[in-house]
């Protein structure tokens, strides 16, 4: 009985460390867009077809990158798929083994599990969904009327598919302290600690020297 009061206690810090973190970075890109990585991306992104639209003959390189921003959230959505599949098969042969009816922290556990996997795999289908169409507006020439009408819908088609992307790699991070949970649940704060660190490097925005730019990119 005591065991299982730590466990929850441990479940239940380590969703605050998370969702505390993550509403912070929230906070944060709001009072300053360039202040963490999701904000300065967007604008790159913005940017970067701004950029190409102006440019004539970027018709091609603007489809490269799409495509190849496309093959990767089709690997991710493959991969969250297989293990989506997985984890369901695991739920499915403890609920056969166990009373249904009883709560623990392993099967919380392992149904946030699936929920993260399926949410990564959402993600990353709906990216792809949008570079598609994004492919379409980005290969229109430039100073054609129809690339002109197409530019805002060209631009929000990017947006959305990179914001997608990040939040597809993002829920993979999110795999790890549940994975740790899962093995005990008292190690899912030492997961959580873990992942906050290596998120604190990834959304930190490169310090650069003045006069340089970040190079455009989709990610």
Known sequence: ???DTWSWLALVLSALLVGGYELHLLRVGRRDPEATARSAHRVLRREWVETLSRQAGSELL????LRNSLMSATINASTAA???MGSISLI???SFAADAREVSPQLVLQIALALTLFAAQVCSALAMRYYHH???AMSLPVGSPERGERAQLASSYVQSAGTLYSWSLRCFLFVAPIVAG?????LAPVG???LLFVLVVFDRVPS?????REPPGLN
Do not use: C, I, S, W
């Open 1 to 3: 009985m005591l065991r």
């Open 62 to 65: 603007a489809v490269q990158a």
């Open 82 to 84: 297989l293990a989506l």
């Open 92 to 94: 499915a042969a403890k």
């Open 134 to 136: 994004a492919g379409f």
């Open 182 to 186: 899962l093995l005990n649940p008292l």
């Open 192 to 194: 959580a600690l873990g």
């Open 208 to 212: 650069q020297r003045a006069g340089d």
